[in-house]
């Protein structure tokens, strides 16, 4: 027993809402960075790449229901290989962020086109994988891997190798991660006797970004696990949150890594002429 048609039309319309939220935001980013030069540095180009994954990943939830079964495999793969580009470039983030507070090399800045490229086959290899069991098809209102019929074991494994247990490891390492650049920072400040505010301000922002991640998927996590347990009857209030919150990522993760006070600074002094404090450039330097 799976959705009935309305219901389907009912996720599509949450899906198509939030992703397209997602998308508006995101493009604002995108636009941003190819207007404003001064922000196209490393930092912020790993924010653009991250926001790149996000549009991807909201345009695959627009397309609307169909029985079609070479576009669905098409729409279930894209939808794989964004989400895992969108999980990579977060720890990529996540990594980078932690080599300059550890004063060590960042390696994927380094060789950033190879990282780049090497990203983007790994997760191009896991989004073919379940092509080789046929398991993409209608999953729970969208085009992705079933676990329908005889599809129930190998699609199973599949969602949780080649995305879930993934997702779940880059959330631990995320928290991880920002845990001890936090901790930095207070020490940092404890010895210094900066700004106080500021400081708060800084680990504030840091603290979002793990959460976002785990805000974002949690549910989607908890209803793959209930699909695996009871496959034949799916939640709709639990498909259209997860989905819809999946969806519209992007829209989180805009307000999180890419509307700061450095870029609303530098669109104000480029793109509107606005006049700016020798004390605001210098904090969009930092």
Known sequence: MGYSDDEVYTIWVVDVICATISIVCCLFICITYCCCPSLRGYEFRL????????????????????????????QGSFLTLSANLRLAFSAVIAYSIDATFQCRDDLFKLHERKGIISTFLICLVLAILPVTTDNYGPAEGICWISIKGDKYTTGSIWRMSILYVPLWIVIVYNIFVYTRVIRQIKYLSSVTCCNTEHTNQIIKKLRMYPIILAFTWLPASINRIVAIFDPDHPSLILTCV????????????????GFTQAVRSVICKQCFKYSITSEAYSSIQE
């Open 47 to 74: 924010i653009f790449y991250l926001t790149v994954c996000d549009i991807l990943a909201s345009i695959v939830y627009v397309i609307p229901p169909h029985d079609i079964s070479e576009m669905c495999k098409f």
């Open 242 to 257: 997860s989905l819809g919150l999946v969806a519209g990522i992007g829209f989180f993760n805009v307000i999180a890594y």
